[in-house]
C-alpha cells in the first residue's frame, strides 16, 4: 500500500524466541496502529502510538511492546514469541482522529 | 467498551444482485464508523465511512445507512460484480479513536 511497508512480508519462528516486526510510513502520519487478524476475531489492537514515544495499550497487548523513536517507523517485539501469537500483523496510518486508517500489507507470523 | 457485531459471516450473491452487510455496535457514544474491504493477501482498504449525523451516504455502487437509535448501520452493494469478492470488515469508534472492528463478512460474486 502506497506510503506504509511491512517487514518482513512473512517470518517463521521458534517458540520463545524474540521477533520485531516493523513498520515504516512516508505519509508524515501522526498516528500509527499494530493489529493482529485471527480467523474470527476480525482486528485487534495490540498497541498504538499517537507521536513519537508516545504509545498505549490496546485489547490484546499482552506479550508485546513496542517503541515508536522517529514518526516514520513503528516496531512491534513479542518478547518471547508463543504458538498463540502465529497470526497476521496489520500496520496501520492515520493523520488524525476521525480520520479513516490505511493499513499495510501485513507481516504473517508462524511461530513453530 | 465498545462491541461491534457483524453479519452474515459469510454471503453469496450472483453477479448483478445486491449484496447487505449489517453490523451492530454497543456504545450509543460511538460517532464514526467505516467500511473496509480486504482483499486475499492485502490490507484492508477503505470504501466507505459515515458519521453518525448522517443517515445515509453513497458512493456509486456503495452506500451505508446508519440508525442511531438502534445502534446499527448497513453496507449495501447495488450490481454485484466478481471484483466485489472479498471480506468486508465494519468499525465502530468514538471521534476516530481506536476503531473496533467486527468478525468480517466473506462476500463470493458468483458469475
Known amino acids: 500500500d502506497a506510503g506504509i511497508t511491512q517487514s518482513p512480508r512473512h517470518k517463521v519462528t521458534e517458540t520463545g524466541t524474540p521477533v520485531t516486526l516493523r513498520c515504516h510510513q512516508t505519509?508524515?502520519?501522526?498516528?500509527m496502529y499494530w493489529y493482529r487478524q485471527d480467523p474470527g476475531h476480525g482486528l485487534r489492537l495490540i498497541h498504538y502510538?499517537?507521536?513519537?514515544?508516545?504509545?498505549d495499550k490496546g485489547e490484546v497487548s499482552d506479550g508485546y511492546s513496542v517503541s515508536r523513536s522517529k514518526t516514520e517507523d513503528f516496531l512491534l517485539t513479542l518478547e518471547s514469541a508463543t504458538s498463540s501469537q502465529t497470526s497476521v500483523y496489520f500496520c496501520?496510518?492515520?493523520?488524525?482522529?476521525?480520520?479513516?486508517?490505511?493499513f499495510g500489507s501485513g507481516t504473517r507470523l508462524t511461530v513453530v | 467498551g465498545e462491541n461491534v457485531e457483524q453479519h452474515p459471516s459469510t454471503l453469496s450473491v450472483q453477479e448483478g444482485d445486491s449484496a447487505v452487510i449489517k453490523c451492530t455496535y454497543s456504545?450509543?457514544?460511538?460517532?464514526?464508523f467505516p467500511w473496509y474491504k480486504q482483499e486475499l493477501g492485502k490490507g484492508p482498504q477503505l470504501i466507505i465511512d459515515?458519521?453518525?449525523?448522517?443517515g445515509e451516504k453513497k458512493d456509486q455502487r456503495i452506500a451505508v445507512t446508519l440508525n442511531k437509535t438502534a445502534k446499527h448501520f448497513s453496507l449495501h452493494i447495488t450490481e454485484t460484480q466478481p471484483e466485489d469478492s472479498a471480506v468486508y470488515f465494519c468499525?465502530?469508534?468514538?471521534?476516530?479513536?481506536?476503531?473496533?472492528f467486527g468478525p468480517g463478512t466473506r462476500l463470493s460474486v458468483l458469475p
Open positions: 496501520a496510518i492515520s493523520p488524525s482522529t476521525g480520520s479513516g486508517y490505511t
Open positions: 505519509e508524515n502520519h501522526r498516528y
Open positions: 502510538s499517537y507521536g513519537v514515544k508516545d504509545t
Open positions: 456504545d450509543s457514544a460511538s460517532n464514526y
Open positions: 459515515i458519521r453518525s449525523n448522517v
Open positions: 468499525a465502530a469508534s468514538i471521534y476516530g479513536q481506536n476503531f473496533v
